[in-house]
């Protein structure tokens, strides 16, 4: 590396945020710029270290270690603290197709294990892959770059996620002729509707979405696969199919619990897809959204998820806000099990996390280093209590006790613990049980045992010639750089099918 010494020298360093309460009056990106002096010093910091876990991507104790994109970390920080800013980009992009994407929402696992980060905070990737595409967009070295020469065959992308969109950029830039088809009236599948505006504005996924469609993909909205146009139509006006609709059935693990059917209680997307869309069409004027305006608002389930329902229901101008975890919290440090290059299962202060706790005043039960976090652990909710007319008037828990299993469940309920919350919403934010079944059903697609579409890893291939299967709806609810890496690799895979061989990486 270009300054050997730079991690004994700088400190890490990540952009500063506008101040909680500042934010919480617009749904604008909150990180402020970081001067390039700073990049470099960041860059600086990068070891030559020998073996960079950072751009591994192997999977160790069920997580992601380093980043499955195989960026080339080293190479582009490097090239930073040189100033060669343009180089930087084409080596970010040689890996990751929308690096303004991942700098911005990936919780980014290369910092996780990067090698610095056993003792040390680690170098600020995420900060560095950020600017980097953004100076590239702002020097408009990001251009459109249509393949010169087609083929002449089509492929149908179902789903213009991360997964799906990277697939239509591979396989378009190899010369088929690519169409996406998104049933929602806007492309960019979670992108678009299920991150809130305030972590990746809008514009910014519409600007690489325009940038694909210059290039010469065909984007299809308010188009659902299996309802609108039968799946088997696909097989006969196209010569390949990637399927990557992403995992999107909610978990509902409250389906027995009493007092479930009452209004109020809706699952997280429902939420933040509404609310999004709203915000895009009319700057929530329309009223078509769930407003938590006034409102006694619980969130359960943790998480990324979780914390975007925390951030929006406090930009509504919520009454009082909790966020329920069953989880005992995480250590501030690595547990002895839980070992560099693994993904540090540590305690974490999100964004949303902050600006509850600058706006509410909530009493510390003992455990929470934020003050005012608005986080309440180890509890499980045991009943949804309404007002007499099928509303949502309260929330009944019990802390449990994760130090002491029982035969059905890995804790046991702690007598005495109950507790009745005020509750006017309360939005569920349990993950993903996987993809909705009706394509596989016309198609006669093989599901595995969590009924995702079944398809090896790294050949990405279906039970049924031509059709492919990519991200979540193959691997389950996941991360984007996943969803990228996998988009990527299906691609690969589906020029091959078409053309006996492929120099798609």
Known sequence: MGKPTGFKEYQRQTASERLPKERLKDWDEFANPIELKVLKQQGARCMDCGIPFCHTGDIMAGMATGCPLHNLIPEWNDLVYHNDWREALDRLHKTNNFPEFTGRVCPAPCEGSCTLGINEPPVAIKTIERNIVDRGF?????QPNPPTERTGKKVAIVGSGPAGLAAAAQLNS???LCTVYERSDRIGGLLMYGIPNMKLEKWIVQRRIDLLREEGVEFVTETEIGKDIPAPELMDKFDAVVLSTGATVPNDFFVRTPGRELNGIH???EFLH????????SELKDGNFIS?????VIVIGGGDTGNDCLGTSLRHGCKSLVNFEIVPQSPESRAPNNPWPQWPKVHRVDYGHAEAA???DYKSNGQKTLANDPREYAIQTTEFIGDGNGNLKAIKTQQVDWSNPTENAPFSPVPGSEKEWPADLCFMALGFRGPEQTIAEQLGIEVDARSNFKA???????NLEGVFAAGDCRRGQSLIVW???EGREAARECDRYLMGVTELP
């Open 292 to 296: 938590a305006k006034d409102k006694h």
């Open 358 to 360: 600058a706006v509410f």
């Open 267 to 269: 699952f997280a997307m």
């Open 174 to 176: 190899a010369g088929h």
């Open 274 to 281: 509404a609310n999004t869309k709203s915000l895009l069409d």
């Open 138 to 142: 702002a020097e408009d070295w990001i």
């Open 483 to 485: 969803a990228i890496n």
């Open 456 to 462: 090896t890893y790294g050949k990405y291939a279906t």
